[in-house]
């Protein structure tokens, strides 16, 4: 093997690692140089990453499914995977909630979005997107949580590709902004394990409410505080990711 092939296999591995660690809790080994690229190139890997948390709550919904009723069985599947993400999605999303429901101008909503408070938007937007997530789910529709999860996660560095930053500091200006090849793969990639997920009309459906889905955050973003922030994100993994497990199930 050339060194070549050798720094090559390196950064991919390294991009992998650096992916699971900004979007997952788990547990890896500390890596001993951060790749080329940083986070930014390593966006092409967040869809790998979502089909893995996505595979072990299709595992857990299974499993609760043979001696649970459904939503019981969902409802753990989906506490499974914010235990792995360290609910790091969902606190973007209630804060987005708040920011934009209670913020007169871009100066208060992203005031409101940093405090780590949670208010009656964010609470409300919690509950009603995990409880449709949940009615959603169906223990004989495990790999759709799968396709759901690393699909959410492939658009997420289309945003940050098209918006610009919303503040200086902050997760979401911290990320950087990945390039239009990132951007290809990421999107090509959450596309596959659709496919490969749910085949035929179920994977067009899913596939085209995820594009509305980003697309009507995208929009909202810019509207609201023209651009992104690490709270738009996460916020928008989770809008994304119940607008196809909604299509996924309305498909069938």
Do not use: N
């Amino acid at each position: 093997m050339s060194e070549s092939d050798t720094s090559s296999r390196g950064g991919v591995l390294a991009d992998l690692h650096l992916a699971a660690t900004f979007l997952t809790r788990l547990r890896l080994p500390p890596l001993a140089a951060l790749p080329p690229g940083g986070l930014a190139g390593s966006m092409w890997a967040f869809p790998l990453v979502g089909a893995v948390v996505g595979g072990i709550g299709a595992l857990v919904l299974w499993a609760a499914g043979l001696v649970l009723p459904p939503l019981v069985a969902a409802l753990l599947a989906l506490a499974v995977m914010a235990l792995l993400t360290g609910a790091l999605h969902e606190d973007g999303l209630a804060d987005m909630a708040d920011g934009f429901g209670g913020g007169r101008d871009k100066a208060r909503k992203l005031e409101i979005m940093r405090d780590s408070r949670i208010g009656s938007y964010g609470v409300l937007a919690l509950v009603l997107l995990v409880g449709l997530k949940a009615a959603a789910l169906s223990p004989a529709l495990p790999l759709a949580l799968v396709a759901a999860a690393a699909l959410s996660r492939a658009v997420m560095p289309a945003v940050l590709h098209l918006l610009p930053p919303a503040r200086d500091d902050g997760l979401g200006a911290g990320a950087g902004t990945p390039s239009a090849a990132t951007v290809w793969i990421a999107l090509a990639l959450g596309a596959a394990v659709v496919l490969l997920c749910l085949p035929g009309w179920t994977g067009f459906a899913a596939l085209c409410a995820a594009a509305l889905a980003a697309l009507a955050v995208t929009r909202l973003a810019r509207r609201q505080i023209g651009g992104h922030t690490g709270d738009v994100l996460g916020a928008l993994q989770q809008i994304t990711e119940t607008a196809v497990l909604i299509a996924a199930v309305g498909a069938l």
